[in-house]
């Protein structure tokens, strides 16, 4: 048999790790993405509060695999997959595969309000983040300026929409950024008048978490003067605010951090798919009756072993890109496959600010300063490369010494 | 006398070092900036080169001026001034003055050809510097992807226009990227085979260097491999490339580093300027007939001890903006003013790589190492703020150490 080739598009979580996994396999690997960089999404709140810098959590794919001569990395964005003739068409060529391993991820859902999204900005690229970082700092610095009580009440306003882990990180870092590392800064406004209103149309927040932990987050919150609004749904975004049940608030930042629907892969392939878009896979992550074709990561509905479909994490991608290698590398070598993809699932940890976040391995729940400090061991820990992990760190004792946040700049389109 | 209303147009070096110098001065002082960062731009060219992240050369005016009660910072873009009302005019408003100091920097000249800005982009703020770093190491992705040799050459052709400190600068880091930091990373092409062709109308590399500098930095560039072309003007600009003289560089990659001109000051105020500019300035920076009115920095045309007009150097914007700073304390005690000012010139550098700048002392000139080590303990001692001194600092250590450098980010407009 010929030397395989296999193709991966996307490089979070799950493409990498199957394509760390191939490094040195007798085959061929292309690597496909849209942006030149691996993304440490977990930590993309943090630049969008500008508390670190884009470089700290994203380093270049081509730097990440340079040491594998079989991974070739291509930078384009894929328009669709042909999988009769088994190619990959992107916006610039097409690339053939045998083996293909789709793990591009996830994107924002309006639940058919795409409209919102101008007004309302979800959080997924490094552009994204210093979009959103620029919308906040604009907003004290347009406040500052305004002589309208009015419309600086406006201007202090920011929504976050969601309180899954992302909303709740983002609310609180807000807060943060406003009670304490703006707080004298300014001479006509006092950025602690700032309202940060988060959102939430279930019934608690960090529904994902066990009720106790939910209700350490929510204290946590509303020690950091987060105004939380549970069991309402959004009613309507616009440039002046949203309306929140028949609730309405005049703000001039909404962050959308709600709704997740999967990529177009199942649209690609033209297979099954489930009521978010995700791509059903079987057991060993293969499309059904498409034994070269994986679908891994927040683009599969992979069942888990309680029969629930696998949650949209980081470790869950992880765990399948290094398992769709070992299939892999099991079938060059003619040896049996593995059995069927197992989860597993070692917690989930979300942080709130300053010495307040939850973590659930399950067998024990923690709260507070432990778990913040977890938070920080293992996010830095996980992050690729030392240098990021040492300045990451430096940066984080450093705010929290000085209770200032280090990258407060307003760049970008708009920024003149 | 009622407490006088300062008001200061630009925080770069002069603009920030008379609003320092005024902190807690009787008077109101307001810094205006179209940007919400002071940045030291002579590192500038390293975030173009995926050297430094934006925030490790860029601090929050606010957050530098922050222990200043009496200084007020605005963001916003100045429209005009009217030097008979005494105001200044904003986009958003207008701002009265008792006194007024103009730091508004220069910006690119293109003699003439405002159409080659698009495609020959020079280097001047943040997004300017990031809008660059996406163009540089996208074109090694194309060349990657591209199966044209013609169009393969034409990627990895890098042309910087203009030999003064930051034309040298760039071109050597442009270099050190290409052979050094990305050699491993790709697999169709080697980064190697990249050519950066500095060009400069003049008959040696950094003019304003005593020549035996010039030819030191002239050595080295070649060493890097760095083309050097002397005496010839830049006849044509275009999107495939430049016309030197009679000869043809087809290039993807145009930087303009060649000329310099003043920004709009001296047409708010309707003033005498000289040939590139600028306003004409009295022994003491004040417009002749406004006493009122200083004018610092690059937008200011003062005339030296040697009779010539002084340079456009960080030192000269910083020690105009400290003795301007004097000037109106002393009119605010009533004591009698300081005499006119006079620039003290402690010497001038510019490095070209690893271990290799010139600097210029007057008394001692030194090149290699030794000028690099100079260069790069000079330029951390005046970034400002302990965390980016810091930082930067490890940052440098780490390339050097490993041949890498690590802010590799593709992003902003049409990066996906």
Not at 259 to 284: F, H, M, N, T, Y
Request: aromatic share 8%; proline share 5%; net charge neutral.
């Amino acid at each position: 048999m010929a030397r395989p080739h296999i193709v991966i598009v996307g490089a979070g979580f799950g493409g990498l790790s199957a394509a760390a996994g191939l490094a040195g396999a007798d085959a061929d690997v292309t690597v496909i993405d849209r942006h030149n960089y691996h993304l440490f999404q977990p930590l993309l709140y943090q630049v969008a509060t500008a508390g670190l810098s884009p470089a700290q959590i994203a380093q270049p794919i081509r730097s990440i695999l340079r040491k594998a001569p079989n991974v070739r990395v291509i930078m384009d964005s894929v328009t669709g997959v042909d999988r009769h003739r088994r190619v990959v068409s992107l916006e610039d060529g097409e690339v053939p595969y045998d083996t293909l391993v789709l793990a591009t991820g996830s994107r924002h859902a309006y639940f058919g309000h795409d409209e919102w999204e101008n007004v309302a900005p979800g959080l997924k690229t490094i552009d994204d983040a210093t979009g959103l970082r620029r919308r906040i700092l604009s907003a004290f610095e347009h406040a500052e300026e305004s002589s309208d009580p009015e419309a600086r009440r406006r201007f202090l306003t920011f929504v976050v929409i969601g309180a899954g882990p992302t909303g709740v990180e983002m609310a609180g870092a807000i807060a943060e950024l406003a009670h304490v590392a703006l707080r004298h800064d300014f001479r006509t406004i006092n950025p602690r008048d700032a309202r940060i209103v988060l959102v939430e149309a279930g019934p608690r927040v960090l529904a994902a978490f066990p009720p106790t932990l939910s209700e350490s987050a929510l204290r946590s919150l509303e020690r950091l003067h987060v105004e939380v609004r549970l069991g309402k749904p959004v009613a309507e975004c616009d440039e002046r605010g949203v309306t929140i049940g028949d609730e309405r608030l005049e703000a001039s930042t909404i962050i959308w951090a709600a709704g997740v629907a999967s990529s177009r892969a199942a649209q690609w392939l033209d297979v099954e798919k489930d009521r978010v878009g995700r791509v059903v896979v079987g057991p060993d992550l293969t499309v059904p009756g498409h034994p070269e074709i994986f679908v891994i990561g927040d683009t599969a509905h992979a069942t888990g072993s309680d029969g629930q479909p696998l949650p949209g994490l980081a470790p869950v991608a992880k765990q399948q890109g290094g398992y769709v290698a070992r299939v892999l590398r099991a079938r060059i070598g003619g040896r049996a496959a593995p059995g069927a993809f197992r989860y597993r699932n070692y917690g989930a940890m979300a942080t709130i600010g300053r010495r307040a976040a939850v973590a659930d391995f399950g067998w024990l729940k923690v709260d507070g300063t432990l778990a913040w400090l977890l938070w920080g061991l293992i996010h830095v820990t996980f992050l690729i490369g030392f240098r990021n992990r040492f300045v990451v760190l430096f940066d984080w004792l450093w705010s929290y010494a000085t209770f200032q946040s280090g990258v407060r700049l307003i760049t970008g389109p708009g920024s003149h």
